[in-house]
């Protein structure tokens, strides 16, 4: 079979988005783990690059039911009653209120006449389900150590009495400064975009989360969903009484309903001894959490924000229960799994289905979560402009509050350089709510610490992609973390982005895990064809065809992966003797360096001399007998890719290279099994001072509730 790629067919119903971009995530590396605020914020800020700023108005109309003209003049009268409004012939204007800039008072004080306001505010709406508190003393209690502690908040009434608040109770974050100047802008924002961050990270039940920045007389709206961060064009708190009434009120409004300010009715909080858990509810079966399996997702805060939990079903049966958010013109995972099998159903033997369905996954059920009957989606936004995130040129100097004086200093952080790219926010891909829950419950290969339990694994994994491939499908996105280790059987999982190879769903093929992303894919182009005497003669040279992922890039994958093994870790034998780390870690952050278009990881994978001889430097002794047919591999893939493109634009991807490939894949996993022996792991982070575990290097978050007393909701 000659197979000659080719641009998708446009598509008049439905414009479908090109895929992920590979961005290298700042909050899957070891500095956002290291628990210091600083470097979190950092991380989170160059993850997130840009905010929609958006007409205070059409946020506002998000939040909740905005006061009627009759409910506004309702509220204008109660508050002159009050004392809180003065209305003389100059017209409204706040009582004790004044621009804090003016006072000589300190910013806590300047901002005190505010929190009655609100207060006052929040008392005429009905079943108001919020109340502000102002200046905490101490920092909210947290699951992930977060010890920030914003200027105020509204937080849910029900808990406003309690000892300590919880993150999970934080309705709005606030932020004040009674300046307007650039330094004070910047800190608020970077502050509340922290908060906003730790509340969708920390909480499952959350799926979207509003915050409030004030400097001096200016107030803006924030919104933090899945799909994008928003703020609102700012209104003068002194000049517009009205919007500054319709905002508290749409707040209080959406409070009486807490799904309103972005909390999960679908989800229950429990708690279990010492730990939190919850309590799900898909298709009218109710699965209880037991365990995090995978939680690292949700720390980007735009993104799929995929959590994946233990539970078990009413029955006490295992299951891993996977919440996340997709993008809305892509199938669900289960519906792509689904279509794999029926292709395999269509295309292997019995025998080779039997396999196939061993070694995949199984899905129990999915669905898209469903508020009051209506899909739960992120909003559209039908206007709004983008702001560049700049990390260069205004450094802030204000520390983040802390609840004690030895926590790490938010340090010299950048700040938010307003750059205006364009009206552009129609590219914002809108994202639906889903669950997944599989039969299958297991260990990521990135967490199996014996030697020949992790090549299983591996060879596993590789078995199913050799019948996906034979179906006619490519799985676009194998890593440590998806090839899952289930009862002594190695099995792939993580299906959202696979697609059939002749599929016209998309133009653009940049998916995947940095680490494990094969170079073609990193590079958007085939790199293996040679350049014959024809490109330079006077013929009429072809147009490149547009780059499209092939089992070959799959197969590599798996390349990266067994490579990864041993460069990310060490045998426990040689971790007691005189082996040299620094070195090792040297070497594995030159192989894997988690960043686009770092020429260390091209000549890795191409310089045979190189990659053998970071081989033997890199990796313990016992370790390299059992790897040493790493650069062989790679051999054989370089080998493959050559004979695909020999014939350069057109491609040769028959049902010959495909079986040589995955046999010669298969075989060089078997012999590292047969050498593999009784060889017990150790990561290389358990050599490194810090606090947490990076999962940029492929490991999970540590339990978040060591040494803490639950709150009993």
């Known amino acids: ?334 519906e792509i799994l689904k279509n794999i099998l029926a292709s395999c159903e269509k295309k292997l033997q019995p025998d080779e289905l039997a396999k196939a369905k061993r070694h995949f996954v199984e899905v129990r059920l999915w669905q898209d979560v469903a508020i009051d009957n209506t899909r739960d989606e992120t909003p559209m936004i039908a206007e709004g402009t983008w702001v560049s995130i700049d990390l260069n040129p205004t450094l802030s100097t204000k520390r983040h509050l802390s609840s004690k004086g030895n926590v790490p200093d938010s340090g010299q952080l950048s700040a938010l350089f307003s750059t205006q790219l364009g009206i552009i926010a129609h590219e914002i891909p809108r994202r639906v709510h889903t669950r997944t829950v599989f039969q299958d419950v297991g260990v990521a290969l990135k967490d199996v610490t014996s030697l020949a339990d992790n090549l299983t694994c591996l060879s596993g994994a590789l078995m199913a992609l050799y019948y996906l491939h034979k179906a006619g499908w490519v799985h676009r996105d194998f890593s440590v973390g998806n090839a899952i280790w289930v009862g002594g059987v190695g099995k792939l999982g993580d299906f959202e982005y696979a697609k059939e190879i002749d599929s016209n769903t998309s133009n653009d093929v940049r998916t995947g895990t940095m680490h494990f992303m094969a170079l073609e894919v990193e590079n958007q182009k085939y790199l293996f064809y040679s350049n014959s005497d024809s490109v330079l003669s006077d013929t009429y040279l072809p147009l490149d065809p547009p780059f499209r992922m092939n089992f070959l890039h799959d197969i590599e994958s798996v390349w990266w992966a067994f490579t990864w093994i041993f460069f990310y870790h060490t045998d426990t034998e040689t971790a007691n003797s005189g082996h040299s780390f620094d070195t090792q870690l040297k070497g594995y952050h030159s192989a894997f360096p988690g960043t686009v278009g770092k020429t260390s990881r091209y000549r890795f994978f191409c310089d045979m001399r190189e990659l053998r001889r970071s081989c033997e430097n890199v990796v313990s002794k016992p370790c390299f007998d059992v790897c040493r047919l790493i650069p062989h591999f790679a051999k054989a893939l370089q080998d493959g890719y050559q004979k695909a493109e020999a014939n350069y634009p057109s491609l040769a991807l028959d049902d010959t290279l495909l079986e040589d490939m995955h046999g010669r894949a298969a075989g060089f996993l078997r012999d590292a099994k047969e050498r593999g022996g009784v060889i017990e792991l150790c990561p290389l982070p358990n050599f490194r001072k810090q606090k947490r575990p990076s999962p940029g290097d492929e490991t999970s978050p540590p339990s978040k509730n060591q040494g803490k007393k639950p709150r009993h909701d």
């Not at 971009?21 to 914020?41: E, M």
């Not at 012939?89 to 621009?99: A, H, K, N, R, V």
């Open 1 to 334: 079979m000659v197979l000659t790629p080719h641009t998708p067919p446009s598509q008049d119903s439905q414009m479908l988005p090109p895929d992920t971009v590979p961005v290298p995530r700042r909050t899957s590396q070891a500095d956002y783990r290291t628990g210091g605020l600083k470097l979190g914020r950092i991380a989170v800020l160059t993850d997130l690059r840009r905010y929609l700023q958006v007409p205070f108005d059409c946020l506002v109309k998000c939040v909740g039911a905005m006061p009627s003209q009759q409910d506004l003049q309702r509220i204008r009268h109660n508050l002159t009653e009050s004392k809180i409004l003065a209305d003389d012939e100059s017209g409204l204007q706040w009582m004790d209120f004044t621009p804090p800039a003016t006072s000589k008072v300190s910013e806590e004080n300047a901002f005190k006449p505010l929190g009655r306001i609100i207060a006052e505010i929040l008392a005429e709406v009905p079943k108001s389900g919020v109340s502000f508190l102002a200046n905490p003393n101490a920092s909210p209690l947290s699951e992930r150590n977060n010890t920030s502690r914003p200027d105020g908040y509204l937080v849910l009434s029900i808990k406003k009495n309690e000892p300590k608040i919880h993150w999970f109770d934080i309705a709005v974050p606030f932020e004040f400064k009674k300046g307007q100047d650039i330094e004070s802008l910047r800190d608020d924002e970077q502050k509340i975009i922290w908060s906003l961050h730790n509340i969708m990270r920390e909480d499952l039940l959350r799926r979207f989360a509003f915050g409030i920045t004030i400097e001096d007389t200016q107030v803006r709206l924030w919104l933090s969903n899945r799909a994008f961060l928003a703020v609102t064009e700012p209104i003068n708190i002194f000049e517009n009484i009205d919007g500054v009434i319709s905002l508290f009120y749409a707040l209080g409004s959406a409070s009486s309903n807490l799904k309103n300010l972005g909390w999960d009715p679908t989800v229950e909080r429990i708690c279990d001894g010492e730990v939190f858990q919850c309590k799900f509810t898909i298709e009218d079966e109710v699965f209880t959490t037991t365990r995090e399996l995978a939680t690292y997702g949700a720390d980007s805060m735009v993104g799929r924000g995929t959590r994946v939990y233990e539970a078990k079903d009413a029955k006490g049966k295992k299951v891993a229960v996977k919440d996340s958010w997709r993008e809305a013109v892509r199938q669900s995972e289960g």
